[in-house]
């Protein structure tokens, strides 16, 4: 609640994997129709910085972005970063965060007035790796011990 993150929450009882609680949060958060939306598939499993939650990222592809719409009990804003932003390794910065289990860095990419950072930053800096071109910079381990 009140940062950037991408779509997101718990799979429920209806839903018949992973993949189809991504396909329904991001319906029922942002408005993207789920059949606008081709799985690519998952990244791996992340444990939250502070211990209490693991993350499964989806990873899907929309050729053609429909018109996204806030669901107001959700989320604020929708906004998209360009990919071309995401690799400029100039403006991301790096902080260290002391958790129970030692320091972690803790990404932050700033733009249009947003700052993604944490989960969501090191989500995409995963993505980013499995892209030809990389990263902007080398990521660490962030996943914890699952």
Request: charged share 25%; proline share 8%; hydrophobic share 40%.
């Given at each position: 609640?009140?940062?950037?993150?991408?779509?997101?929450?718990?799979?429920?009882?209806?839903d018949?994997?992973?993949?189809?609680?991504?396909?329904r949060e991001?319906?029922?958060?942002?408005?993207l129709?789920?059949?606008?939306?081709e799985i690519?598939?998952?990244l791996d499993d992340?444990?939250?910085?502070?211990?209490?939650?693991?993350v499964?990222p989806?990873i899907?592809?929309?050729r053609?972005?429909?018109?996204?719409?806030a669901n107001?009990s959700?989320?604020?804003?929708?906004?998209?970063?360009p990919?071309a932003?995401?690799?400029?390794?100039?403006?991301?910065?790096t902080?260290s965060?002391?958790t129970?289990?030692?320091?972690?860095?803790?990404?932050?990419f700033?733009?249009?007035?947003?700052?993604?950072?944490?989960?969501s930053a090191?989500?995409?800096?995963?993505?980013?790796?499995?892209?030809?071109?990389?990263?902007p910079f080398?990521?660490?381990?962030?996943?914890?011990?699952l």
């Amino acid at each position: 609640k009140g940062q950037v993150a991408f779509p997101g929450g718990l799979v429920e009882a209806q839903d018949r994997d992973v993949e189809e609680t991504a396909l329904r949060e991001s319906e029922e958060e942002i408005g993207l129709p789920r059949d606008r939306v081709e799985i690519l598939g998952r990244l791996d499993d992340m444990l939250t910085v502070t211990g209490d939650m693991i993350v499964t990222p989806i990873i899907g592809r929309v050729r053609r972005l429909p018109p996204l719409v806030a669901n107001p009990s959700e989320v604020a804003r929708v906004f998209t970063i360009p990919l071309a932003a995401l690799r400029e390794g100039a403006d991301w910065t790096t902080r260290s965060w002391s958790t129970r289990k030692g320091p972690v860095p803790v990404y932050y990419f700033d733009y249009d007035g947003e700052v993604l950072w944490g989960l969501s930053a090191y989500v995409t800096l995963q993505l980013l790796d499995l892209t030809e071109a990389g990263p902007p910079f080398p990521i660490a381990d962030y996943r914890g011990d699952l």
